[in-house]
């Protein structure tokens, strides 16, 4: 008679083996899986990797009609203002701007002052020869000594190409001013001098054109239109050819 095989080592047996077919499985289908997910990370990090170095597009900083830009109005001893006297829409009004320099400072040699669109300036062959426009004060060492000089700014209709052409005279030497542009691109207003012996720092240029021409021939500058924030720009060369740059806002309500 036959010995009968235990029947707690068969059920142990079969325990085993199921038992080692899991492992099996876990161990490879955990790698493969392992695999698969250490690949897609590097092609999120190859993706990410690779975006950051590619250029992305933004939008670029944009002012508005009412933003505020940083005044800029003193630099190597040279200042520069501008004022305009009603800061009113569609006001007609006198605009006023200066320039001066400090003690042992290089002389301005020319400026150019930039005018915002929407200001406007009546165009040179409407005013009438010499019809005077506004007031120049010049104050200067000259001469080892301290003179105060004001002196009309007259229109002259010799305009030469340019909208106008405006003229002011100080110790024997004349300085002519040009404008140009329109209301919609906005004016440069300039100017050229040359040296005068003599003149020493400190100094003080200050330039008022009216609102109206005291002769009544009518308007010579008006405001914009619309409110905002104006940022009004100049540019001066020294002697030297430095130049700099300057930059006042002003309000228009």
Known sequence: MSKKFPVHLVTLGVIILVFSGLI?????????????????????????SGQSSLPVNRPLATSSAGSFAKDITSQQGVDFNIEV????????????????????TEFIKSWEITIPQGFEFTNGQDISQGAVIGKALLDVIYNDKEQVAEENVLNDQSAQGH???????FFGSKFNTYVDGNNLEGYKITMERNFIEGLKQ?????????????SQEGLIFTGPDSSGNYTFRARATLFDETTLDFQKTISIN
């Not at 499985?25 to 990410?48: A, F, P, Q, V």
């Open 85 to 104: 006297s009603r800061p009113n829409i569609g006001s007609t009004s006198s605009i006023q701007f200066e320039f001066s320099n400090e003690p042992n």
């Open 202 to 214: 400190p100094s003080k240029l200050l330039v008022t054109i009216f609102a109206n021409s005291p």
């Open 163 to 169: 909208k106008a052409n405006w003229s002011v005279s």
């Open 24 to 48: 099996y499985y876990i161990l490879h289908t955990g790698k493969d899986y392992l695999t698969k997910l250490n690949l897609n990370s590097r092609k999120r990090e190859s993706n990410s």
